[in-house]
T-cell receptor, first 115, second 116 residues
Framework: DGGITQSPKYLFRKEGQNVTLSCEQN?????MYWYRQDPGQGLRLIYY???????QKGDIAEGYSVSREKKESFPLTVTSAQKNPTAFYLC??????????????FGEGSRLTVL | AQSVSQHNHHVILSEAASLELGCNYS??????LFWYVQYPGQHLQLLLK??????LVKGIKGFEAEFIKSKFSFNLRKPSVQWSDTAEYFC??????????????FGSGTRLSIRP
């Protein structure tokens, strides 16, 4: 079935360690996104990419890094520089036409806990 | 700064009551508008969207939303809620031209609890 696959679903990390969250899509979408969801704060945009080998910072990019080497994949690295990394991370994709994004399709999310 | 505001953080209604959830955004010009819903334990999914045309948009499960450009609003409505509508609802906006690359911004969400 077509969709977005995020892994791992749950992840525990010690302080000072980097961790990479995987996101793969088989919807042939050009655009991919990473959001962070915290209670009472909605979804905040970390990074997004409209095309392979290009990506832009969102509103809360500090302490995160991404790559977009393939259309299907958009991994997110949570670095030790991220001050408050414990959160629920959502990956999404959409078509991108002209300057508009279409409907977002979301993965199941990855819950990261820093011990 | 670009923003999307959902002023109702938690709404509690009885079954069969009418619902209206507010959403305001801070952009001018052309926008795409969305409402997403997250049922307990499920993916975020699209409820409805507005790109152009009729400002009254109908979505799934009896929901509708009205785009009022002069008020920068896109409020979500349902005439009679059911217990199964218990979920978190997010408004989102795509506003190209306000940054080097357009992006989709979400509001903080409204948690809807329906009493059976």
């Amino acid at each position: 079935d077509g969709g977005i696959t995020q892994s791992p679903k749950y992840l525990f990390r010690k302080e000072g360690q980097n961790v990479t969250l995987s996101c793969e899509q088989n919807l042939n979408h050009d655009a991919m996104y990473w959001y962070r969801q915290d209670p009472g704060q909605g979804l905040r945009l970390i990074y997004y990419s409209q095309i392979v080998n290009d990506f832009q910072k969102g509103d809360i990019a500090e302490g995160y890094s991404v790559s977009r080497e393939k259309k299907e994949s958009f991994p997110l690295t949570v670095t030790s520089a991220q001050k408050n990394p414990t959160a629920f991370y959502l990956c999404a994709s959409s078509i991108f036409s002209g300057s508009f994004h279409g409907e977002l399709f979301f993965g199941e999310g990855s819950r990261l806990t820093v011990l | 700064a670009q923003s999307v505001s959902q002023h109702n953080h938690h709404v509690i209604l009885s079954e069969a009551a009418s619902l209206e959830l507010g959403c305001n955004y801070s952009y001018g010009g052309t926008v795409n508008l969305f409402w997403y819903v997250q049922y307990p334990g499920q993916h975020l999914q699209l409820l409805l969207k507005y790109f152009s045309g009729d400002p009254l948009v109908k979505g799934i499960k009896g929901f509708e939303a009205e785009f009022i450009k002069s008020k920068f609003s896109f409020n979500l409505r349902k005439p009679s809620v059911q217990w199964s509508d218990t979920a978190e609802y997010f408004c989102a906006v795509n506003a190209p031209g306000y940054s080097s690359a357009s992006k989709i911004i979400f509001g903080s969400g409204t948690r809807l609890s329906i009493r059976p």
